[in-house]
Nanobody, 129 residues
Framework: QVQLVESGGGLVQAGGSLRLSCLAS????????MGWFRQAPGKEREFVAG???????YYAVSVSGRFAISRDNAKNTVYLQMNSLKPEDTAVYYC???????????????????????WGQGTQVTVSS
């Protein structure tokens, strides 16, 4: 069982930056793919960024060039650096873990919520205009 706890959300002005953190419990963190998703009011949860255990990264078109995902396996932590924030980035941000590392016979896609086995509780990010 893996538990994920996000932190770092808050209120920021447009053009500002935030860094989200996700602390994972368990010794197998380093073998998991990790992802960040977000959900705005009235909308479906959407993929933001993902990272395989080997370091390959994936981004939604809407955040590419502004957001960066990284991980520190020694600290069991994955980060999401968010720069040049826009009001449309306002959402609850969720951390998620894929124990199959984006691979295997049942692989769907890194952007599919069903790919992930574990989810955090979310952290609110609000960007004011």
């Amino acid at each position: 069982q893996v538990q994920l706890v996000e932190s770092g959300g808050g209120l920021v002005q447009a053009g500002g930056s935030l860094r989200l953190s996700c602390l994972a419990s368990g010794r197998t963190f380093r073998s998991y793919a990790m992802g960040w998703f977000r959900q705005a009011p009235g909308k479906e949860r959407e993929f933001v960024a993902g990272m395989r255990s080997g370091g390959s990264t994936y981004y939604a078109v809407s955040v590419s060039g502004r957001f960066a995902i990284s991980r520190d396996n020694a600290k069991n932590t994955v980060y999401l650096q968010m720069n040049s924030l826009k009001p449309e980035d306002t959402a609850v941000y969720y951390c998620a873990a894929d124990s199959h590392d984006y691979s295997g016979p049942y692989y769907l896609s890194y952007y599919d919520v069903r790919q992930y086995d574990y989810w955090g509780q979310g952290t609110q990010v609000t960007v004011s205009s």
